[in-house]
């Protein structure tokens, strides 16, 4: 996972943003653009990082939270691929 995935992981997980981000509102505020960010989030709600709440809304998911908090190593989330 890439320091640019985690930022975007932080800002889905940053209760001080918002709960619920949408690919463009974490787009403007990480200076990336909506596209990569959309493509992130669909990886990341594959691997159960962060869930879907409805059309282009996310939250991040209790995975997501012990991701950033250190108790899940990335190695782990490629595992759940095979």
Not at 7 to 24: F, N, T
Not at 64 to 82: F, I, N, R, S
């Amino acid at each position: 996972m890439s320091r640019e995935d985690f930022r975007i992981l932080e800002a889905v997980g940053d209760p001080e943003i918002l709960v619920v981000q949408s690919p463009a509102i974490i787009a403007y505020n990480l200076d990336m653009t909506r596209p990569h960010v959309s493509n992130r989030l669909s990886a990341f709600t594959e691997h159960g990082l962060v869930e879907k709440i409805e059309n282009g809304r996310y939250q991040l998911s209790d995975l997501g939270h012990a991701y950033l908090e250190g108790q899940l190593d990335a190695d782990d989330l490629e595992a759940t691929d095979e």
